[in-house]
């Protein structure tokens, strides 16, 4: 699930060690271990793949804003966390977790757990406290599900608030990078280290004032009273399977411990969900933007051994060298993109782009804003399209798991458990644009009251010190 300890860890951790002993503090994080997906780039001796190895020995002519941003705030960076291959848009018929330069990553609650992603070492390491917290990315549903299925707290922020340079890219329309970590409050101070604006990624420029909130101050216990929430019933009625009963009972368990404690909880369907399944824009809008951002990135490198420049050099590559396994994890997710024959500079980019804003009109923004509601509630595994396509945040926590008789589930390439006993499942609050303060006080408030992440414990638990791995 670690596919790179930082070779600098402990030497930094004495620095910090020494700062701090001469009464200097960078601040809350100041010497604290933090993990980071391995497409989040470091300018010092590790790599960043995102699990490839056509992207192996490459380097970056500075730190990502992330990775700087970080070491400003005193974090230890301990490592680069696994991911599913290229944030899981590579393959039709690959594994969550799974990448080739990092293996295979399971889920910490049953053997052989699917550990759900694209941001899945990020999202078990820290279940597991291999770090005090960990970065994901999401383009749609990389931290929230991950965060979901290892019974974290995740914050997928609103894109433009954390920067995205020198972040491998998917898509600069929806991609955005968040916390992991077992608290709220824990996610809370580190979204504060890394949000505002950045001259490097000019989606930053949209933050409110240019200014960040202090989302550990909005961590309140009272935060529910006063608020209104909606419940689109009819997405519940759209996405609820036979295997879903155990998620909606605790879902409607939360909504009257909301009720409970002065939240008020109103029905709001989404008026264009039904357009919204018909719609394949958001699909366009990924595909041309990967293209045109994975060129952006690789003209970026200092060293770039391979001398890789587009989609169509690294897809050759991973079709010839043996341990990218090929066909048997086909790369037809990028045959689709290079199929259009077209990146994100042409006109029907933009007008998917279009398309997909409409859509959330009538979607959650519009529940949002037509209802004067504070935020959405649903079930975590119902939630991320919506959000990714309105660029809106949503902050997820705990609230439950499968009971002992559930019956065990493989996934569709039967090699990892997709359901099984002690399955964590979760609820998100999702809002408008640049509303994650009020999100984290909700979260915050709610986790107080139910407390579920202790009640099930990991069945994964680690026995390697870092200084075992780090003099390696």
């Not at 391979?306 to 997710?333: I, K, M, S």
Request: with cysteine; aromatic share 8%.
């Amino acid at each position: 699930m670690v596919t790179e300890v930082n070779p600098d860890a402990l030497s930094t951790a004495q620095q910090l060690d020494q700062e701090r002993a001469a009464g200097q503090s960078r601040g809350p994080l100041h010497g604290i271990p933090v993990l980071i997906k391995n497409n989040i780039a470091t300018d010092d001796q590790m790599n960043n793949t995102a699990g490839s190895f056509a992207l192996l020995g490459a380097k970056v002519p500075r730190d990502s804003t992330l990775a700087a941003k970080l070491r400003q705030a005193g974090a230890i960076i301990l490592g680069k966390a696994n991911l599913s291959q290229w944030a899981n848009f590579r393959s039709n018929v690959s594994d969550n977790g799974w990448s080739a330069y990092g293996g295979q990553t399971e889920g910490a609650y049953y053997p052989k757990q699917d550990p759900s992603g694209s941001s899945s070492g990020s999202g078990v390491s820290s279940s597991i406290g291999l770090a005090w917290a960990a970065l994901g990315s999401e383009t749609d549903g990389s931290i929230l599900s991950p965060s979901e299925v290892n019974s974290l707290a995740g914050i997928k922020p609103s894109v433009g608030l954390t920067s995205r340079y020198l972040v491998i890219p998917i898509s600069a329309t929806q991609d955005t990078v968040g916390p992991m970590a077992r608290s709220v409050k824990d996610a809370a101070y580190l979204l504060q280290a890394i949000a505002g604006p950045d001259p490097n990624d000019n989606y930053t420029s949209a933050i409110p004032n240019g200014e960040v909130p202090d989302y550990v101050a909005a961590c309140k216990s009272d935060a529910l009273a006063g608020a209104k929430f909606g419940v689109p019933r009819n997405v519940i009625e759209a996405f609820s399977s036979d295997d879903s009963g155990p998620v909606l009972a605790a879902f409607e368990n939360f909504l009257t411990t909301i009720q409970n404690a002065g939240g008020t909880v109103v029905d709001s369907n989404f008026t264009l969900l039904d357009e919204y399944f018909q719609s394949n824009n958001e699909t366009i809008v990924l595909d041309t933007e990967f293209i045109s951002g994975l060129a952006s990135y690789l003209s970026e490198l200092t060293v770039n051994p391979l001398g890789l420049t587009d989609l169509e050099g690294v897809r050759n590559f991973t079709q010839n060298f043996p341990a990218e396994q090929y066909p048997l994890r086909d790369t037809g997710v990028w045959d689709s993109s290079l199929a259009l024959g077209y990146n994100a500079s042409d006109i029907r980019h933009y007008e998917a782009v279009q398309a997909d804003r409409y859509l959330s009109e009538g979607l959650l923004l519009g529940a949002l804003r037509n209802m004067s509601l504070d935020a959405v509630l649903l079930p975590t595994q119902f939630s991320p399209s919506f959000a990714a396509i309105a660029q809106s945040p949503v902050v997820t926590i705990p609230m439950g798991y499968y009971p002992a008789n559930t019956t065990v589930q493989m996934n569709q390439r039967g090699d990892l458990v997709a359901t099984s006993p002690n399955y964590p499942f979760g609820f998100s609050f999702m809002g408008d644009r640049f509303t994650e303060a009020s999100l984290v006080g909700y979260a915050y408030a709610l986790e107080q009251l139910t407390q579920v992440r202790n009640t099930v414990q990991p069945y994964l638990v680690p026995n390697t010190e870092l200084y075992q791995t780090a003099d390696e």
